[in-house]
């Protein structure tokens, strides 16, 4: 992530001067300090945040902007990079990079004038008038705070080994501490009892027969299609009657007034790749007009961590999905609750208010479930069948036939 995005907007006057190339922009005043804090502050944290854009043509922020969501590495890169404290303090490590002053120079005329539209002749006067006194004043007192200096660039082998070294040990540290805290919440949920938030399907004479059907082993594929999209039509209508509904009045077609219901604001839903894909036809059913995104959550077999690896969610068109009224989460089968609980901290990250979101399964693990529920309590989960202990998942393999 550059510095170069968080320019402050300039004023009329300011922007003259600038594109008289006399405008200071190598000052720390140059720079919204606050506005980097505060995405720092979201992405230590988890969160989305929407990068600036900043035009060196225009002198001026454009109006789109760079998303970024959950990397497990940031590299800040910039002159003053190490001049605010409170950068400093969420740093986890700080390299100052020396070049030689020639070096500079050059790279600096070559950039400007390929990518910015600017010509020699300003560069050079930008140079002596700002950039190299405000490098003596501003940038070199930063080596001070650094806790590695690194000299001659990309051929110092050595220096890049170190950080290549430190970035690992810092991932491992926090991955051992992520462990650790699902193993904690692994034997908070053996004990806990199950939360009222747990929503199970009634066990009608109905229900029961597709059941039956679906665990039969000896049901060929084209029926369990048949049969599971009939259940997964119970769970999302279970699951919309969370949502909350408002008086409507409406006039029939023989002219008599009806005193009924009407949904509060929009639905949508979340797929959980691969097996949540499944569960779309009967949410169709329910709601064709439903806008769907993807997440796709696998655990790392290495340290048994959920990882995100792609995300797509409906937050385009009329309105984003952190205004929705309810967001399902969408996944057949739910084991020990790892992926689970990422995707519910994905929507969260999105602004997405916890008790929105309705997790919509054909079966889960009592232990994934109150793991679940005990970190996110306001979140429902609408399930048809509890199962005492972790399942090999097999209900989308069945399903899609692989």
């Known amino acids: 992530m550059s510095m170069d995005s968080f320019y402050k907007p300039l004023t009329p006057e300011q922007s003259a ?9 190598d000052s720390p005043d140059a720079i919204d300090f606050d506005v980097l804090v505060r995405i720092l502050g979201d992405l230590k944290a988890g969160k989305k945040a929407e ?5 060196f043509q225009k002198h001026a922020r454009i109006d789109k902007t760079n998303t ?6 940031l590299i800040l890169e910039g002159i003053f990079a190490l001049h605010d404290q409170r950068v400093l303090d969420m740093l986890d490590l700080k390299i100052f990079a020396e070049a030689d002053g020639d070096l500079c120079l050059s790279r600096r005329l070559v950039r400007d004038v390929r990518d910015r539209g600017r010509d020699i002749e300003g560069c050079i006067k930008q140079w002596f008038s700002f950039v190299k006194p405000n490098f003596y004043k501003y940038v070199q007192p930063q080596r001070e705070v650094a806790d590695l200096i690194v000299p001659r660039g990309i051929e110092n082998k050595v220096a890049i080994s170190m950080v290549s070294d430190r970035v690992k040990k810092i991932l491992k540290h926090k991955s051992r501490l992520h462990q650790a805290e699902l193993r ?5 949920a053996e004990d806990a009892p199950m939360s009222d938030n747990c929503i199970v399907l009634e066990e009608s004479a109905q229900i029961r027969g597709i059941n039956t059907q679906l665990l039969d082993p000896d049901l060929d594929r084209e029926n369990f299609i048949f049969y599971f999209d009939r259940m997964v039509r119970f769970l999302v209508e279970r699951a919309v009657e969370c949502m909350s509904y408002e008086p409507h009045q409406i006039l029939t077609p023989q002219n008599y007034t009806y005193m009924g219901l009407k949904q509060e ?3 949508s839903g979340v797929v959980i790749l691969r097996g949540g894909c499944i569960l779309e036809t009967g949410l169709r059913r329910v709601i064709p007009d439903c806008r769907t995104g993807r997440l796709l959550i696998q655990t790392d077999y290495r340290t048994g961590e ?8 409906p937050t385009e068109g009329s309105s984003p999905i952190s205004t929705h009224e309810r967001v399902l989460l969408l996944d057949p089968q739910m084991s020990s609750g790892g992926a689970a609980l990422m995707a519910v901290r994905v929507l969260v990250d999105h602004g997405v208010a916890e008790e929105k979101i309705v997790f919509v399964t054909y079966m889960a693990g009592r232990v994934g479930v109150n793991r679940l529920l005990s970190v996110y309590p306001e979140v429902k989960v609408v399930v048809c069948r509890l199962v005492d202990d972790v399942e090999e998942r097999w209900v989308e393999s069945k399903y899609l036939g692989c």
């Open 265 to 267: 604001g929009e639905v």
């Open 184 to 188: 904690r919440l692994g034997q908070v």
């Open 51 to 55: 990068v600036p854009i900043y035009s």
């Open 17 to 25: 001067a600038a594109f008289r190339n006399e405008f200071d922009f």
């Open 306 to 313: 959920p990882a995100l690896h792609y995300l797509s969610l």
């Open 68 to 73: 970024i969501y959950s990397p497990h590495v």
